[in-house]
């Protein structure tokens, strides 16, 4: 795929890993880059028969979500193959890998393996599909991009992750930390060499943060790295601090304004609060950008991008239940395990999810809780699914009445006149917001006054 226009010419990159990466600014000048790339991608996919259900029924109903993307995000140990085909059953149109490391891909035989050890690339029904990477080492990146873009499945972008928040993000020189490094010169540099050397042959796009030094300073840097090249952003509304318990909301009206500033140019992806399809419309609707992704809500429940749990629905859950997505993943990992091209862990990955998915199932019911967190095979979650189901049972259970769980651990559900937020709720949420707003003020700590941090796989867009 390129993403060059029509009147530009589309040299083949034909050089191997490792080239020679010039620094004249005059050989840097990013591609004339194609704004409308991503909607013909998706809808070279349109056809696809598992998404084609819900276009049908969902585009006509909703006008506002035509030609938008549904992003499953890239997260660590979370968007492996088998839960990205579970999502595409359910709407999705176009997934995230996890994050790969691209120094150790290309140094370690093992981790590359694990990341991508298909002979042909990724499966054909995993399509469309972006990879993301993570470094500032030019030579690594573009080793792994091209080792990927070699194989005959081929990929359908990269992605450049500049949203993660973890300490060891800052160790390593990536994610969210990269953006402030030495004022953005280095993450801006970076894409440059990485878009001179493939980007007229295949999108190289950028996740970032909300600066802490706040919206101007970010506004600023976007706009460097998309005449860096970047063929696309996907803007996570949030800074690096707001993570656990400081979250918060994200901030759409700051996405908006990258929308207003750059949406011209390149496609804007909105990332943050996004927690059923009423969330997606209202976005999309609110902030002019070309799609919506979904990290923790749609780890939780992957049939997010579906009328389910809406105010059109009575906000019931009419479609599939906790436990129907929990035996269709393991299902479709047996098929695929995770440890084969696109996550390394395994049996390990597969009962991560299972967690979230049974969230509320689980709790109180910690007998059941142990054996699936030391279940070895895939017999042993089938027979917890049936407890389960068989407790639920006894406890006059309906699916229609379950709702987001595990999502909640951090947020409260949105509210209106009409249904305003409990006191004690607000009262912590304005304490939360004081606590946020003096860490801001507090000046750039140092690696070792940092290592508060729990360095927890990063699910990185909340």
């Not at 004339?32 to 585009?59: A, C, F, G, N």
């Not at 998309?226 to 803007?235: D, R, Y």
């Not at 479609?319 to 129907?324: A, E, T, V, Y």
Request: hydrophobic share 35%; net charge neutral.
């Amino acid at each position: 795929m390129t993403i060059l226009s029509e009147q530009s010419s589309k040299p083949k990159i034909q050089e191997q890993p490792g080239s020679t990466i010039t620094n004249d600014p005059a050989d840097l000048a990013p591609p004339h880059i194609d704004r409308q790339w991503l909607v013909k991608l998706l809808q070279k996919h349109s056809s696809d028969p598992r998404i084609t259900p819900y276009y049908e029924e969902l585009h006509a109903k909703y006008p506002t979500l035509k030609n938008k993307a549904l992003v499953l995000a890239p997260m660590v140990d979370q968007s492996d193959l088998p839960f990205r085909l579970l999502c595409r059953n359910y709407g999705t149109n176009l997934c995230f890998t996890p994050m790969i490391h691209a120094k150790m891909f290309q140094e370690k035989q093992g981790y590359r393996k694990k990341f991508w050890s298909f002979v042909n690339g990724t499966p054909p029904e995993d399509r469309p599909l972006i990879v993301q990477l993570c470094g500032s080492d030019v030579p690594s990146l573009l080793y792994t991009m091209k080792f990927i873009m070699s194989s005959p499945g081929g990929v359908d972008g990269f992605d450049l992750n500049c949203g993660c928040p973890q300490t060891i993000a800052k160790r390593g020189n990536y994610g969210a930390f990269l953006l402030e490094k030495d004022d953005g010169d280095l993450v801006v540099d970076v894409v440059r060499k990485l878009v001179k050397e493939v980007g007229d042959t295949i999108p190289i796009s950028v996740k970032v943060r909300i600066l802490p030094t706040g919206l101007d300073d970010s506004l600023k840097l976007y706009t460097r790295l998309v005449e860096a090249g970047a063929s696309m952003l996907t803007i996570h509304g949030r800074t690096r601090f707001q993570k656990g318990l400081m979250t918060g909301k994200a901030d759409w009206d700051a996405i908006k304004k990258v929308v207003e500033l750059l949406g011209h140019r390149v496609p804007i992806i909105a990332n943050g609060s996004i927690s059923n399809l009423d969330d997606v419309r209202t976005c999309l609707e609110y902030s002019g950008v070309d799609g919506v992704m979904s990290s923790e809500a749609i780890l939780e429940y992957p049939a997010l991008f579906t009328e389910t749990n809406t105010e059109a629905v009575g906000w019931k859950r009419t479609g599939p239940g906790r436990l129907q997505l929990a035996r269709e993943y393991v299902k479709i990992s047996e098929s695929y395990p995770p440890e084969c091209g696109g996550q390394g862990n395994g049996i390990k990955c597969v009962r991560t999810h299972i967690h979230k998915f049974l969230h509320e199932d689980l709790t109180g019911r910690n007998d059941i809780r142990k054996e699936i967190a030391f279940a070895k095979c895939h017999e042993n979650l089938y027979k917890c699914f049936d407890d389960i189901e068989a407790l639920n049972k006894a406890e006059g259970h309906v699916v229609e009445n379950e709702v987001l769980a595990w999502y909640m651990r951090y947020r409260v559900p949105r509210r209106s006149e009409s249904n305003p937020i409990p006191a004690k709720i607000q009262r912590t949420n304005d304490m939360v917001q004081v606590a946020h707003k003096e860490q801001m003020a507090v000046p750039h700590h140092d690696d070792k006054d940092e290592d508060y941090d729990a360095e927890l796989p990063c699910h990185g867009c909340q």
